[in-house]
């Protein structure tokens, strides 16, 4: 795998707001690098991205993830000109306090801002601060404007419903980790770019379709869209790293567990072959409170095995971290399997 592509698409990636629901530049980005690659990706009316590469028999494996993030909407504006947010995407309000915000005003234009609390000053609150609980309903956003009031902030064309994401915070280091938010999930998916390259310089016995969903994190980004050949569906999504998980920032995971439910045994053996004939170190996971598009497309009514693969992530809904190990091998295991 080309990694010095695959991190300077990935780096871009990072830096383009696509909060749940708020999509569209990530896609169009995604949409160029295929067009760059002579591939012509479809949308889906619900705003997904696909496009597949033909092998040269039978078969049809389709690739998911998603490129949508946690991040919010704007639930109130407050009388001191601070705003409410109302949180898209399972994460504890402790993991975006301080953090650089955008806001995305109907009008078009981007506010900058960040997220606090109430009681933010240790200084002023001393031990109430530590004290304090975050959650909704003490977490604000201060903008970076001169305002003071609800009325200023009307005046700027803040309003309730207004998109605020995250400041990913994109870095590569020395040693090849990637640090960011938003490797969930897409680190994956610039895998994808990856091995479509591959794919179109090589291909493989069975045609590989990728679906790259918009609504992931809230639960139902897979539950259309998955093309209506596909034989096998194996997600793509991080793979949480912490104490009690055999998951590495340098390893690709096979999870063959998670909230929804076990995933396919037989995938899940068919991916465990290919990484042996690989060389890979596999490692196998169970997350109890996870979930992917591949229980998404089940529930939905997806007449196909499932499977879940992906990079090792620590500290994943916070500021995240993989290492380039971690993305090779995702890639590699991939492209073994096609191949197999």
């Known amino acids: 795998m080309n990694l010095d592509y695959t991190l300077d698409v990935l780096v871009r990636l990072l830096a383009t707001p696509s909060p749940t629901g708020f999509t569209e530049a990530a896609v169009t980005l995604l949409e160029q690098e295929l067009q760059a690659l002579g591939v012509a990706p479809q949308r889906t009316r619900k705003g997904a991205l696909t496009w597949e590469v033909a092998g040269t028999g039978e078969g049809h494996v389709t690739f998911s993830g998603h490129v949508d993030t946690l991040g919010a909407m704007v639930k109130g504006v407050k009388d001191s000109g ?8 399972g994460y504890d309000w402790a993991t975006v306090e301080g953090e650089d915000v955008l806001v995305h005003t109907q009008a078009g234009r981007t506010l900058t801002g960040t997220v606090v609390n109430v009681r933010q000053s240790t200084h002023v609150h001393g031990a109430a601060l530590r004290e304090l609980k975050r959650d909704a309903a003490v977490m604000e956003v201060r903008l970076d404007e001169t305002v003071s009031s609800a009325r200023d902030v009307r005046a700027l064309g803040v309003q309730e419903g207004d998109f605020v994401s995250f400041d990913a915070r994109p870095r590569v280091t020395a040693s090849g980790y990637v640090k960011a938010r938003h490797l969930d999930n897409k680190a994956a998916v610039v895998v994808f770019l990856a091995v479509t390259r591959e794919l179109l310089a090589a291909p493989a016995p069975v045609t590989a379709a990728f679906h790259v969903t918009t609504y992931e994190e809230v639960g139902h980004g897979a539950a259309t869209g998955i093309p209506a050949h596909t034989d096998a569906l194996i997600a793509v999504d991080m793979a949480a790293v912490g104490d009690g998980q055999t998951s590495s920032e340098h390893r690709v995971s096979l999870c063959v567990a998670d909230g929804g439910g076990p995933y396919d045994h037989a995938l899940g053996n068919r991916l465990r072959a290919a ?19 591949g229980t998404a497309a089940w529930r939905a009514g997806g007449d196909y095995p499932v499977a879940l693969i992906g990079p090792g992530v620590d500290a994943s809904h916070a500021y995240e971290r993989t290492h380039t190990d971690a993305l090779r091998a995702t890639g590699d295991l991939m492209v073994a399997y096609l191949r197999q």
């Open 275 to 293: 990484a042996r004939s690989a060389g890979l170190d596999l490692r196998v996971d169970i997350y109890p409170y996870y979930a992917s598009d």
């Open 82 to 89: 601070r705003l409410r947010l109302w949180p898209l995407g």
